[in-house]
């Protein structure tokens, strides 16, 4: 099985801030990694597919990069609606797995 | 739209069984592979297991955690996916959530999820 680590665990931004969010995998996953927002008590909204692919309505402030077992998430100017939790996923190989996810907090 | 709503949720004991469904509408079913992922409470997501469609074999896969114990199944006609939860564990406490799951380049990744139903294995 696949590990998919994130770091940090918590990440302290302010708003107008850009927040970069990392994931790394214990094995090559390609470029099959995709990252994902949760707000509390809300479903999961995938944000990022093919590691750097915004999903639709995804805005331009979202982007992802990297390929292989680095992968990072990068939102360019954070507004209040984006501190919540991120989670990296991989669809490479069965069977998929999450990362722990990092909470984005305001500073 | 694109909607999934899950149910069948519930308390249940240990040791007991659950069907889940998670009913489908705006787009069309059974052209679609299907997920189920679940997240205990305060934890991370965990995913549950996979159905192909029909036209790809309509075969399943299973995390090692539930493999032997959940079936994942699918009606084209009804638009409905369903897990079902065999010998359930205190463990598989959680809320369920079932989305759909879209091919590219020969990989699958999840799309639209649904809002999520509690299942809750207490005695």
């Known amino acids: 099985e696949i590990v998919m680590t994130q770091s940090p665990a918590t990440l302290s931004v302010s708003p107008g801030e850009r927040a970069t969010l990392s994931c790394r995998a214990s094995q090559s996953v390609s470029s099959n990694l995709a990252w994902y927002q949760q707000k509390p008590g809300q479903a999961p909204r995938l944000l990022i597919y093919g590691a750097s692919t915004r999903a639709t309505g995804i805005p331009a402030r979202f982007s992802g990069s990297g390929s292989g077992t680095e992968f990072t998430l990068t939102i360019s100017s954070l507004q209040s609606e984006d501190f919540a939790v991120y989670y990296c996923?991989?669809?490479?190989?069965?069977?998929?797995?999450f990362g722990q996810g990092t909470k984005l907090e305001i500073k | 739209e694109v909607q999934l709503v899950e149910s069948g949720g519930g308390l249940v004991q240990p040791g007991r069984s659950l069907r889940l469904s998670c009913t489908a509408s705006?787009?069309?079913?059974?052209?679609?592979?299907m997920s189920w992922v679940r997240q205990a409470p305060g934890k991370g997501l965990e995913w549950v297991g996979f159905i192909r469609s029909k036209a790809y074999g309509g075969t399943t896969e299973y995390a090692a955690s539930v493999k032997g114990r959940f079936t994942i199944s699918r009606d084209d006609s009804k638009s409905i996916a369903y897990l079902q939860m065999n010998s359930l564990k205190t463990e598989d406490t959680a809320v369920y959530y079932c989305?759909?799951?879209?091919?590219?380049?020969?990989?699958?990744?999840?799309?639209?999820w649904g809002k999520g139903t509690t299942v809750t294995v207490s005695s």
């Open positions: 996923q991989q669809y490479n190989n069965w069977p998929y797995s």
């Open positions: 989305t759909t799951s879209q091919l590219v380049n020969g990989y699958y990744y999840m799309d639209v």
């Open positions: 705006g787009f069309t079913f059974g052209d679609y592979a």
